[in-house]
């Protein structure tokens, strides 16, 4: 951090560095070393984006997470779900006949039925 320059009355700086700058009230500059100096205003903007950019992946990441979790037990059946489902409900004779003149074999369907 660099060194702090009061240009008016009454202003201190904490000394409390949040994310690469340090809090400071109106009327106090920040000095980086090499005559580059940063109003008091701008550091604290800084400071704050800089804990954003900082929070922000983690923000990102619990959103997924509640997103994920949402209707978590909702049961969405698909086409192939219902199809199977239908004839593991029904009776060996009829998954049978069903899938004679079908392409998939019935063994899958007769011990979904069991």
């Given at each position: 951090?660099g060194?702090?320059?009061?240009?008016?009355?009454?202003?201190?700086?904490?000394?409390?560095p949040?994310?690469?700058?340090?809090?400071?009230?109106?009327?106090?500059?920040?000095?980086?070393?090499?005559?580059?100096?940063?109003?008091?205003?701008r550091?604290?903007?800084?400071?704050?984006?800089?804990?954003?950019?900082?929070?922000?992946?983690?923000?990102?990441?619990?959103?997924?997470?509640?997103?994920?979790?949402?209707?978590?037990?909702?049961?969405?059946?698909?086409?192939?779900?219902?199809?199977?489902?239908?004839?593991a409900?029904?009776?060996i004779?009829?998954i049978?006949?069903?899938?004679?003149?079908?392409?998939?074999?019935p063994?899958?369907?007769?011990?979904?039925?069991?």
């Amino acid at each position: 951090m660099g060194s702090f320059e009061k240009i008016s009355l009454g202003g201190k700086c904490k000394r409390e560095p949040v994310y690469g700058a340090d809090l400071c009230p109106q009327g106090v500059k920040l000095n980086f070393g090499s005559g580059l100096s940063l109003p008091a205003e701008r550091a604290n903007r800084l400071a704050s984006t800089a804990a954003l950019a900082k929070a922000l992946p983690y923000l990102l990441v619990l959103i997924a997470f509640a997103l994920r979790l949402y209707r978590i037990d909702y049961q969405s059946i698909w086409r192939d779900e219902g199809v199977s489902l239908h004839l593991a409900a029904s009776s060996i004779p009829v998954i049978l006949a069903d899938r004679a003149g079908n392409v998939h074999p019935p063994l899958y369907f007769i011990l979904l039925h069991f």
